[in-house]
């Protein structure tokens, strides 16, 4: 099954925000070659980001960010999470230069030599969001401090943690978020050939 099994009948702007939601009216191809729907679907359009999870190969650490999220409002133990550095792509940008631009803005460093690690669908029930993750070596020694852009209501604290010490906040459930529990597990699979042995 493909794009061409999905007929898309109407597409209207129901509520246009800091956000988008669009409502869908749609019919696909069933397993069986017939056809269902029409039916709605309601389409909260959020587009492309990119994350990166930086490294300091030489300290074994990695450098993470911390902001408030309004969708973890309800998190039992903070709002404010530990992430990858991370941003929207705007139109016309590579996921390359979305990379560089959000390392300079949130964590005041410009990344060496991208990895890409993955690209997944975040919640494609309902939302068309993407994420492509990469890794990229930095040297951690000076990097901390608040960064993020004023006009962007952005406060976000950069944090430097050694490896060992991330992996346990994972497993305690301190890092909770998709992006950054896909890197640190990409990297528990590559750290022999990241860190410098």
């Known amino acids: ?27 696909h191809r069933r397993f069986n070659g017939e056809w269902i729907g029409p039916f709605h679907r ?25 902001q408030f999220r309004i969708g973890a409002l309800e998190d039992e133990r903070s709002p404010w999470l530990l992430e ?3 941003g929207m792509v705007e139109p ?17 460093c410009t990344p060496a030599a991208l990895r890409h690690i993955t690209t997944y669908w975040v919640s494609p029930g309902g939302t068309n969001e993407r994420v492509a993750i990469y890794c990229a070596s930095v040297n951690s020694a000076d990097m ?9 209501h952005e406060d976000i604290r950069v944090i430097t ?5 991330a992996l346990k906040a994972l497993e305690s459930g301190v890092i909770n978020n998709a992006a950054t529990i896909i890197a640190l597990q990409w990297l528990t699979i590559h750290q022999k050939e990241v860190f410098q042995r």
């Open 1 to 27: 099954m493909s794009k061409d099994d999905v007929v898309e009948e109407s597409r209207k702007t129901v509520y246009q925000g800091f956000f988008r939601m669009d409502k869908v009216t749609l019919r």
């Open 42 to 66: 309601e389409l909260f359009e959020r587009g492309e980001a990119v994350c990166v999870l930086l490294v300091d190969p030489v300290r074994e650490a990695i450098v993470l960010t911390e």
């Open 84 to 86: 990858l550095v991370a």
């Open 92 to 108: 016309g940008e590579t996921y390359e230069e979305v990379a560089v631009r959000e390392c300079q803005e949130e964590a005041g």
């Open 144 to 152: 901390g401090g608040i960064h993020g852009l004023e006009e962007e």
């Open 161 to 165: 943690l050694p490896f060992s010490d």
